[in-house]
Every structure is written in C-alpha cells, then in structure tokens.
C-alpha cells in the first residue's frame, strides 16, 4: 500500500521522523539554549477525537466524499508553523466535514451546486502546502467541504509549435514535469513546495518559482485559464496576448479559491535545458552582494538564477564561515551556450567586490547536469530542498521558527532592511529573550529585490504559538509601515488578512465583492479569505 501524507509533517508519513531523530534534535536545542529539553511523542490519528461531521453529501455525491479521520484532519489545515504545531498537538477544534475528490469537471459542477444550495463552505484544495491558512475552513456554524482536486492530473494536450501545453489543475509539480519530460518539454515552474503544491494551487496563489529572474512567477506561464464557479464554467480564450480590456486571467491569478477551482489551463512551456553555468561569488558584506545582483540583474542578462544569501544564511546553508554574502549566480538554456553570459555576469559582480576564482565557474556544454551542485551553491541547494523536512524535527520542542517574505524597490531597499531587522530583532528579545534574524534574495528585478527573512528563537512549550503570533505580528507591520508587500509569493490566505487590507485600495476591495457576488452569490467558495462577503 502507497504510505499517505503526513496529518501533521510535511511529507509522507514515511519522512516523518524517528523518536531516535526527535530526542538527538531535542539535544540540539538544549545546548543551544541552555536548558532541557524532551522531545514528545508524535501524535497518532487514531487517538484524535474529531467532531462529528455536520452535513451529509447527496446520494449523486457520496461516492466522491469521504469522512476518514486522518483525510479530514490532512485537509483542515496548510503546513505553516502555526498548523504544524496546533496538528502536532493535536487540536483540530475546525476540522473540515468531509473531504470530496472529484474525478472530473461534472463533480466539480456537481459538489458546487449542492454547496450554494446547502450553505457549506467549499475550500478548494491542491497539495495542502499553503503557509497562510489557504486551505483552513472558516470558523462558524457552516459545514465545510474540502474539494480536492487530486484526480484531475493529467497532461491533455500539448501543442508542440506553439510550445503550449494544456493540463488539469490538480496535478502536483513532479507529476506534471514527469508528463512533459517523455516530450523533452518542462514547465520550468519549482517553487519550493514544488513536490506538494498543484498547478491549480500555483495559478490561485501567483506562486514563485525558484527561478530569480524573468519568468518566474507562474503568471509568466499562464495562456488560458478554465474555472468552475458556483454559476458555470469560466474560460478565457487561448492567447499568446491581448489588450482586449481587463484580463480574466488575470483575474483568476491570485483570486486564493474566492471566484471559482481552476480544472484546466493552457501553460506556456520551454524545451528542457542543456547548457548551464553557475558561480558561487563571496562578498565581504551584504550590502555589497546586494549592489552585484542590483548590477546583474539592471543589465538584463536573466540569469536563470541570481540568489544572494546574507552570512548567516550563507554560513548555515552554504558551509560558509558566516562572515561572507554569497550571490548565486545561474544561467540555463535549450538552445545556447551559456560561458559568455556567466562571465559577463562574473565581471559586473566583480566590480562590486564579488569573489570568485576562474576555476570555480562551472561550465556545462550540454551533456553535464551537474552544474550548480557541487561547493557551496551545491550545499545551498540540497538545504533548500530539504528545508521543508528539517522543520518536522523541531515540532513540539518548543522553538520558535518561519520566515517571511516581502519585495521593495531598490532606492528603499537599503532603509527597508534596517528598519525590518529592528523590528523583528527587538520583537525576538522581547518575546524569546533573544534568536536570529537572516535575510536571502529568492528574486531580483530591476526595479528591487524580493527579501524573504527567516528567524527564530527559544520558545516555551506549550506556549509557541502566542509567541510566534507576537513575532509574526511585529515582522507583518514593520513590511506594511516600510512600504513592501505583505506577500510576494506564498499568498495571502486568512493569515495575511489584516495587513493585506491595509495594502489593497479600498475601492478595489469594493470591486472584487462585486466580481465574487456574480460568481458565487451564496458564497460558499473560500469565504473570508481576500476579502469578507
């Protein structure tokens, strides 16, 4: 039997870890922080009492619902710190009623129309992988469906002139790459929830890529767009543009499962690259790392990757000293060879004191994929994708930790950054008595960087989440009163609620009530996420 998804870890239950792992992790922390610390035992779903489920499905609809215990305690909540802690506890006080898998378009239609007319919630679900309370049923008497999309995950159609391909909007990320890869076609879409996060999922929330520069962002990669709402089937039609008034794709971008659960897509895809380049260039400070990729990225040679991590970063993900910026620095392509773009990007990052020796550039002539993972580009990589896992070590020890991501331009970058670590270092000594506060660019554009900061600090168990609220609290005003986004990547969800209203103008919140009443009247989709009915 397949192992299923973890209900509290992120990943299966096979990636959760030992009690072994637990104990060496709680030893860890007690010498950090200078006090004992026991690792608890992993929480098991047979001893969870969920509350009873408030609603049953019609006959026409019962054989895509379930009411299992361990689907209904996965889809009530996301995997940030803050659902981590309270599923590794235990406490699903909101657990959602039942769970639907639909197996095509007509039982999207179908759980829809009985939701509008039984007044229960539907909560579109993709991978679960949401940081910002995306996939957490409102609170309230209403029932709640959690319509997930699992097994609408195919690649229909490709259009190999137009290098287009049309795809279900429940596929994971290494599903579909899997789907184009026979065809020598990706995506080129990997945000880092990549193995748990679906294109459906990617498209509501404006998801980042891993990539630094250019396309990214999957709006970059969105040709057509159909979605089913409460009132039908919403299609735009497939084109490479238009200035045909406001885009409905754009609409449906970012609209977090309020309009309507996006079943199919036409997506921009690449052939698949074969030559790369890379170099790993060391700063003496962070502000010189951060005028290099200034510099790369102004010039517009698009490197694939353009990634500057400030020395606490570099030291704890990179194996550097902690003393030193690292500025990552990638290219990629199908067609051409990469050397002249690498080099040039070399010498603009070396007129603001990058260093790098000639021989540490790696080269790949297409028939090398190892490029970029070898010496401290290599060590940042393998700690970027397994991040996810090393957070289930810390669950229920006590620490706090989670990261927060923004974007600035670049004349207010340098104050911005000053400014949020004030804030979030003085938030952490007043509530932890203290921890660290680290910065990376994830993107650069021309006009500023995309800033995504971690912290952490000693918690008290039992106590995390007050803390950690504190603290997520402090960082959220100190981007809003700097003039940043509340989110430039992992959405808004019900966690951003409070400051995303203070970003959004208030004649806009106006519109998008508008847009979600003619979609969804009764508003059964998502209510309270974006804006309240």
């Known amino acids: 039997m397949a192992a299923r998804r973890s209900f509290w870890a992120w990943g299966l239950e096979t990636d959760e870890p030992s009690r072994e792992e637990r104990e060496q992790a709680a030893a860890r922390l007690s010498k950090r922080y200078g006090r004992e610390i026991h690792a608890p035992a992993a929480p098991r779903i047979e001893d969870i009492a969920l509350r009873a489920p408030r609603v049953i499905p019609p006959a026409a609809l019962a054989s895509l619902c379930t009411t299992d215990a361990h689907e209904r305690a996965s889809h009530s909540y996301g995997k940030s710190y803050r659902d981590t802690v309270r599923a590794f506890r235990g406490e699903f006080p909101n657990p959602v009623d039942l769970v639907a898998y639909p197996t095509d378009e007509a039982g999207v239609l179908g759980l829809l129309e009985w939701c509008g007319g039984a007044n229960v919630v539907a909560v579109p679900y993709g991978g679960g992988s949401s ?12 029932p709640a469906v959690s319509i997930d999309m699992a097994k609408l995950d195919r690649v229909l159609e490709i259009d190999e002139l137009s290098r287009a391909a049309r795809i279900q909007g429940g596929v994971l990320g290494p599903a579909l790459e899997d789907q184009l890869r026979p065809h020598g076609y990706t995506l080129r879409h990997f945000p880092q929830s990549f193995e748990y996060s679906s294109l459906g999922g990617w498209i509501v929330t404006r998801s980042g890529g891993h990539y630094a520069t250019n396309h990214t962002h999957i709006d970059d990669f969105v040709e057509s767009v159909r979605m089913v709402t409460p009132r039908g089937v919403w299609e735009s039609r497939r084109l490479p543009g238009s200035g045909a008034g406001p885009s409905p794709d754009r609409l449906a971008l970012g609209s977090e499962g309020i309009l309507g659960i996006v ?5 921009r895809i690449q052939a698949r690259p074969r030559f790369r380049a890379s170099a790993g260039m060391t700063f003496d400070s962070w502000e010189g790392g951060a005028e290099a990729a200034r510099r790369v990225v102004q010039a517009k040679l698009w490197p694939a990757n353009c990634r500057l991590l400030d020395p606490v970063e570099a030291g704890a993900a990179a194996g550097l000293k ?41 080269i790949a002539d297409g028939s090398d994929e190892a490029v970029g993972r070898q010496g401290a580009v290599g060590a940042w990589r393998n700690s970027f994708v397994r991040a996810p896992y090393q957070r289930n070590l810390n669950v229920g020890l006590g620490a706090i930790g989670d990261t927060f991501e923004t ?43 995309a800033p995504y900061y971690t912290f952490n600090g000693p918690g008290r168990v039992g ?71």
């Open 131 to 142: 940081v910002v309370g995306g996939v957490e049923p409102p609170h309230g008497d209403r």
């Open 263 to 267: 079943t199919e897509a036409w997506m």
């Open 322 to 362: 902690g003393d030193e910026a690292l500025l990552i620095i990638a290219f990629e392509s199908a067609e051409i060879p990469q050397d002249a773009f690498i080099r040039e990007a070399v010498r603009i990052a070396r007129e603001s004191g990058g260093r790098i020796d000639d021989g540490a550039i790696l």
């Open 407 to 449: 974007s600035i331009t670049w004349d207010r970058w340098p104050e911005f950054d000053t400014h949020i670590r004030e804030s979030v270092l003085a938030a952490l000594q007043r509530v932890c008595g203290g921890g660290t506060l680290s910065c990376r660019f994830t993107h650069v554009y021309p006009d500023g960087p």
């Open 463 to 533: 106590g995390e989440l007050e803390m950690w609220q504190e603290i997520k609290n402090a960082a959220s005003d100190a981007v809003i009163a700097g003039g940043g986004t509340i989110t430039h990547h992992h959405a808004v969800g019900r966690d951003h609620r409070p400051w995303y209203d203070k970003q959004r103008p208030d004649l806009f919140a106006d519109a998008l009530r508008a847009a979600k009443k003619a979609v969804d009247p009764n508003g059964v989709l998502n209510p309270g996420v974006l804006i309240d009915p």
